[in-house]
């Protein structure tokens, strides 16, 4: 387990103080020593670094990341130092809070579509109540496209719906309507099966870049 107090350069805070003490969930928190398993916080600072340069210039330097928490003594992929919970972004121009989603969904998936270049599993906004306020980040399943993953198939449907203009309802269940709104994205895009797995980081890239676009 390594300690570490910054992702891509840019300070990590804890922002799940009391509301009361003004560095509660969407502030920017306090400065805390996160703890992680070395080579998922090396990944993570990978992934933080391709989600910063990604963001469009105008919304200024990225100055704070806040997270509710990577190391928990508890089960699951905490527990082994290999999970992440990304509360949101602070630029000098911008606050990205990940509870924002419904009126700040392009640049949300712009975010979730970069991160899902490196990591399997990412619970999401769609995926259920208790990952509204945040993204979920572990290495526990690998990087790639899989139709039966609820949150993949959010993701998916959410960037069909705000990057490529489908109107198709998201339900995290992969069906005939977003079967055939993703064909017709891909041929648009000129890209292959998303089931290839160098075909779904290209997806993520074009729909990062639309995303941002429209941010
Ligand atoms: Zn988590």
New binding site residues.
């Given amino acids: 387990m390594i300690t570490f107090r910054d992702l891509a350069g840019v300070p990590v805070h804890y922002d799940r103080y009391p509301k009361e003490s003004g560095f509660g969930y969407g502030t920017r928190g306090k400065p805390l020593p996160f703890k992680g398993e070395g080579a998922f916080i090396e990944a993570l600072d990978r992934a933080m670094t391709e989600v910063l340069a990604a963001v469009p210039a105008s919304f200024g330097a990225a100055e704070v990341i806040t997270s509710a928490g990577a190391y928990v003594s508890k089960p699951g992929y ?1 527990g082994l130092g290999r ?1 992440f ?1 990304l509360d949101g972004i602070f630029f000098a121009g911008k606050e990205f809070v990940t509870l924002n989603f419904p009126s700040d969904m392009q640049f949300y998936i712009g975010v979730e579509a970069v991160l899902r270049k490196h990591f399997g599993t990412i619970l999401n906004y769609d995926y259920d109540l208790a990952h509204r306020d945040h993204f ?1 980040i572990d290495n526990g399943s690998s990087v790639g496209w899989n139709k039966v993953s609820k949150s993949r198939v959010c993701f998916l449907q959410n960037a069909l719906n705000q990057c490529f203009g489908a109107g198709i309802q998201v339900d995290g269940a992969y069906g005939p309507e977003t079967e055939k709104a993703l064909k017709l994205t891909l041929e648009d895009l000129g890209i292959g099966t998303i089931g290839v797995p160098a075909n779904w980081l290209t997806f993520l890239d074009r729909t990062a870049a639309a995303a941002f676009k429209l941010a």
């Fill in positions: 905490h999970a919970d979920h």
